[in-house]
């Protein structure tokens, strides 16, 4: 029977084990996923992956539902983490395109649509888009998508700063 993020979130909050449990059963392969696409190495996206688990357990109480659903919060965890890796260990990130985020959701069972990512980053203007996929699809930083899209790192910024105040309120 499915479990609702919502009890998975008080069980975290209470500092249940049962909690994580649970987040783990629903969401390990959707995390594993983005973190696979960002590192390319079995190895170490299950060390990721574990440090992640541990991420979310430890600031569970941060979590605020008002501000987004529970799989977008864990999935910046896990991504951020991931990118976190790869400029600590100087992994060599392929640079192939990952189109849609939506494929690593769809291959753990669980539907893109649902959480309306998809819906939501076509509503953002081509400008907006390209900076928001660099960075939070392809891992870069900002001065490197600044630098692959050929503006300021200023620009990126104000573009970024704008794309994510426009996803959050269409979301």
Known sequence: MPTSDEIIVRLLQDSKKEGLSL????????????IYRVLQNTEAAEEVLQDTVL????????YDAAKGNLLTWIVNIARNAAIDRV?????????????????VLSEAGLNPETIGLKDLTKKLNPEQRAIVDLIYFKGYTQSEAAEALEIPLGTAKSRLYAAINRLREMF
Do not use: H, P, Q
């Open 55 to 62: 991420k979310i357990w430890n600031n569970a109480l941060k």
């Open 23 to 34: 987040l783990y059963d629903k969401y390990a392969s959707a995390l594993y996923g983005v």
């Open 87 to 103: 400029r600590l260990k100087s992994f060599n990130i392929k640079n192939e395109k990952i189109e849609d985020i939506s494929f």
